[in-house]
């Protein structure tokens, strides 16, 4: 297409690996004041994925924002991954999208038929989550930002939270890990075809399909995977509670990505994200290239549910009817000297 190199111009950290890191945004919201509001159950002191906001005793909203610079060329695709990644979540907190506004960050060099690709991307996503669009804000800037304000509702007053695993219940990972190494190594012409067009194929997914088969289980925490790689999310989850294994063996992982993380394709994103896990623990018993995976950021990447042991293995049936390359990944287990314990398979 015309001016694809343009739409990529200057992006070196495209997606979620444009975030900012874990340990400076710790730093920058501790100092914050607090709100004193009974209807704001969820708020940014969490470190959750959305907002939650009691509207009376059942119904609630959740809100959430996001939005980043390409890591695509495509422009359509790009506005798809984008409105993907933002409505994800609310079906992380076990809500359903209702409404979505854009933003829109763009050149004023550029032609807007570019503009216009990246907002009927979105758009799609939107209709796909059978949500609306209710307009949105755009500004000129020296690159290209777009992502979505999203608005949900949580049914009867139910809500799932990041960071409230029980002691026993299984961890399901939905989509596979290794976007952001793929997408490096296709930014610098290091990476397949094919190995790209898998990549984009589960960055453009939505969640809904297998947020909507969590309903009707035992779900005590969910979060989804995103700029903060697989196990700094996880950390997250565990808190200050309990601790998790992770059977690093089971992972779902992208064709190629392993590969391309030995041949050192691997971002900056992901680089933060281990200096910060380092702080609590360690992944050097791992190969050097399922470390990298682990740590990579994830653009719109899968749920990461923690379901009722017995429950889980028709959980994860279920999802995979849609979703075929989740898997059971670790279980949540009692509070140990090490947050996040490393080991093989998944025990049968």
Known sequence: MDNQESILKNCIGGGCGAKIGPAELSSLLGDFPAFDNTRLLVGFNASDDAAVYALDDTNLLISTVDFFPPMVEDPYIFGQIAAANALSDVYAMGGTPILALNLVCFPEKLPKTILGKILTGGADKIREAD???????????????????????????????????????????????????????????????????????????????????????NISACTDVTGFGLLVHLLEMCGDTVSAEIWHKNLPILPNAAEYADADWVTGGGQRNRAHF???????????????????????????????????????????????QARMIGRILPRQDEIIVFTGNYPR
């Open 278 to 324: 380092s702080k609590f623990g360690s992944a050097d018993m791992l190969p050097p290239a399922t470390q990298e995976v682990l740590f990579d950021p994830q653009t719109s990447g899968g749920l990461l549910i923690c379901a009722d042991a017995e429950q889980a293995p028709e959980l994860l049936a279920d999802i995979q009817k849609d979703d075929p």
């Open 131 to 217: 949500a609306v669009l209710g307009g949105g804000h755009s500004i000129y800037d020296s690159g290209i930002k777009y992502g979505l304000a999203v608005t949900g509702r949580a049914e009867s007053g139910f809500f799932i939270r990041n960071n409230t695993p029980k002691i026993g219940h299984s961890l399901i990972l939905t989509k596979p890990l290794g976007v952001g190494i793929i997408m490096t190594a296709d930014r610098n012409g290091a990476a397949s075809v094919e190995a790209a067009r898998n990549a984009v194929d589960s960055m453009r997914r939505l969640n809904r399909y297998a947020a909507e088969k969590m309903r009707g289980y």
